[in-house]
């Protein structure tokens, strides 16, 4: 189609609006309900453009393009119709933009300047809307100022998938509100005060604690989950202020997750660790940095002395950067131990020297939109990974087919095709169920080891959608790589993966989960179980807290107490650390170091400290250094993180080398009999999955931060004489926890979920095994 926009000629696509045409000429139409990942509302009418031949202005945002169309944005009428259409928006508008949280970033604040007037021919009293209580992230304080655009309504409707903001009444009486007093709980909702063009929702952690103008911009990149969120990080006198999203329209579109957003309010809490810690006499006392480091190394040296290398084990965060990771791995070699790991949630490591390659998503983050039908396997996919989960929702609204394998029947909120959940025992059977139906429907021979498989119509459902379409993909998630039998699974999506001509990837837990492999942080010795199962002399722990991110709590902590030395380089003082530890490093947040993460895609994105170090925190990479020169060790002559990151990556890759989810040497064929007894299902909960998170004090009064209960289906607690709401004590091993007893039906039968990574399930062993529920 060819249209004229002011005198220039553009051409677009058919089904394109005049908005669109005239974003892609670079022509400016005013504007407060349209937002280009929202559907067309048409209801703010300050779009109002003239077009040649229609009796009267037309909104630019809902308006067709026709072929030789004239379009006037500036016109006589259409600036007289947009003023118009600014005096109506003014009418109730409350007169306080200087003590607007909004001011200077508000849109309708900036309009007004071009195309309000200046003075209002409106008399009456104002209309007063109250303030509503939406929960700890979101302030709806100002409602009086909110212009009805609706972005909000329809961001939770099309964009995070539920519905929890509405238009009650009518005319002038009409108003934004949650639904009977509820509170905002899903966790994309931060973006919703991005989306508001004035000042009625607002940031609540962030509100009057500074103005736009007073904070300076930096470019940085998320450590918390996979996707690798581009982020710009607002700053004012050397401390993080804000944290809002940076657009990347290959990576996280405009949006980021609420863990995104707040944790940042972790970055200046009174648990950060600013001085170095050794333990003497049992307390542990703070030191110069010439002191602990010079303590270290001769500490390790000892230890390697008295009972070899392999008595010292290094156990990393996959939150961790590049550089720190791969500093870590080299420092532990160095002193003679293969024991070296990034995987602390990981239980199955029989994969380990089988793979293909460096495992990944399979395909990069920008081509999902264009699948034909997706498989997760083993995720609770909206809290583990909130932008992957967007991502598949807008691609089942187009015409995508998304099943879900898992171990819960949490509502994703996605029109899904098929979903199945069942016990954690029971996973590989149900994928293998997957594999055989979809081998009979190509007629293939049937994979060793699953002629006695039964595919139920669930299972069906989902092979014939992978089948019959041309593009598929089969992604792994969190749960399913801390399985018991990881590369079981591992096998059998690989597969089925042949079989449909799928692809199959990792969706990844944590920033660096490719990253780790990249760096080589992997052990040729003892991996991140065996080195709690059988206890070392020496731990090297960096930014991990093992009470809270093993797979086995109980097992590591055992292991960290009887240990010689514990080392943990940490942003924090607190925690279970003040037990265990010997000495305390104080190493710096992303925000105050330079590093790259690779993100499942395997991007590589490189970013800068946007503050400088808290106290006497330091770059972990730089501590590492120094404990490498320290020890005499050979290559840890680095003067800047990117030298260490271009021995790891090559300069100007964008992209790692090298990934591959080929599996090889790894039996499809089906275990012996699952377990007898309750199987425990272990969530990560959402703000408790890593160490900024957990200390974000906005993030830990949401309903995701309540504390865990003992969830089981009504049969499962009648079967053990429990009630909802009766506190019963939770075994496992040689720990117990007292939780409270919920009735939840999206739990598998014979299962019981109990959440990990939180301080009153620690003392429990296992995230998937064998567990004992009684009446406490």
Known sequence: MEIEIDGKVVQVPDGSTIMDAAQQLGAYIPHFCYHKKLSIAANCRMCLVQVEKAPKPLPACATPVTNGMKV?????????????????????????????????????????????????????????????????????????????????????????????????????????????????????SGNMIDLCPVGALTSRPFRYSARSWELSRRKSISPHDSIGANLTVQIKNNVVMRVLPRENEDVNECWISDKERFSYEALNSPARLTRPMIRVDGALREVEWNVALDYVAHAL?????????????????????????????????GLGSGSVD???????????????????????LAEIKDLDAAL?????????????????????????????????????LIKLHAQLAVAPAELPLA????????????????????????????????????????????????????????????????????????????????????????????????????????????????????????????????????????????????????DYADVLLPITPFTETSGSFVNTEGRVQSFNGVVRPMGDARPGWKVLRVLGNLLALP????????????????????????????????????PAEPPAGLQRVADVPIYSADPLARRAPALQKTHDAAAPAA????????????????????????????????????????????????????????MFGSINVERA
Not at 107 to 121: E, F, T
Not at 316 to 331: C, M, N, V
Not at 348 to 362: C, N, Q, V
Not at 735 to 755: F, I, K, N, Q
């Open 72 to 188: 006037f944005t500036h016109s006589e009428l259409a600036v007289k119709a947009q003023k118009g259409v600014m005096e109506f928006l003014l009418i109730n508008h409350p007169l306080d933009c200087p003590i607007c949280d909004q001011g200077g970033e508000c849109q309708l604040q900036d309009l007004a300047v071009g195309y309000g007037g200046s003075a209002s021919r409106y008399q009456e009293g104002k209309r007063v809307v109250f303030h509503k209580d939406v929960g700890p992230l979101i302030s709806m304080q100002e409602m009086a100022r909110c212009i009805h655009c609706t972005r909000c309504v329809r961001f939770g409707q099309e964009i995070a998938g539920v519905m929890e903001l509405g238009m009650a009444n009518r005319n002038m009486h009409a108003e934004i509100m949650t639904f009977v007093g509820r509170s905002i709980d899903s966790e994309l």
């Open 301 to 333: 040296k000892d230890i390697g002395k008295a009972g070899g290398g392999e008595s010292l084990a290094a156990l990393a965060s996959p939150h961790a950067t590049l550089e720190e990771l791969y500093l870590l791995q080299k420092l532990t070699r």
């Open 342 to 364: 990034f995987r602390p949630r990981r239980r199955d490591f029989s994969a380990d020297g089988k793979l293909g390659g460096t495992p990944w998503l399979g395909l990069r």
């Open 376 to 412: 997760v396997v083993g995720s609770f996919l909206r809290k583990d990974h909130p932008l992957f989960a967007q991502r598949l929702r807008q691609l089942a609204k187009k015409w995508g087919k998304v099943s879900l394998l898992s171990l819960g029947s949490d509502d994703p």
């Open 431 to 578: 994928l293998a169920a997957i594999v055989k139906a979809a081998a009979q429907l190509k007629s293939e021979p049937v994979p060793a080891g699953l002629e006695a498989v039964e595919p139920c119509a669930s299972s069906q459902a989902i092979a014939q959608s992978l089948v019959g379409g041309t593009r598929s993909a089969i992604f792994l998630g969190n749960a399913a790589e801390q399985h018991p039998q990881a590369a079981r699974l591992h096998a059998l999506a690989a597969e089925l993966a042949k079989l449909t001509g799928a692809s199959c990837g990792f969706i990844g837990e944590a920033a660096n989960s490719v990253g780790g492999h990249v760096a080589k942080a992997l052990p040729s010795a003892l991996n991140a179980y065996e080195m709690f199962a059988q206890p070392r002399q020496g731990y090297i722990l960096l930014g991990v807290e093992p009470e809270l991110d093993c797979h086995n709590p109980q097992q590591a902590l055992a292991a960290l107490k009887a240990a010689a030395l514990v080392v943990m380089l940490t942003p924090f003082s607190d925690g279970a650390a003040a």
């Open 635 to 670: 290559g840890f002559d680095y003067g800047s993180s990117e030298q260490v990151r271009q021995e790891v990556v090559p300069a100007g890759e964008d992209f790692v080398s090298g990934l591959a989810n080929t599996i090889s040497g790894v039996p499809c064929a089906l």
């Open 711 to 766: 969830r089981m289906r009504a049969d499962t607690l009648a079967t053990l004489g429990v009630g909802d709401g009766i506190p019963v004590r939770v075994r496992q091993g040689e720990g117990e926890a007292v939780l409270t007893a919920r009735a939840d039906e999206t739990v598998p039968p014979g299962c019981v979920r109990v959440a990990a990574a939180h301080q009153s399930t620690a003392a429990l062993g296992d």
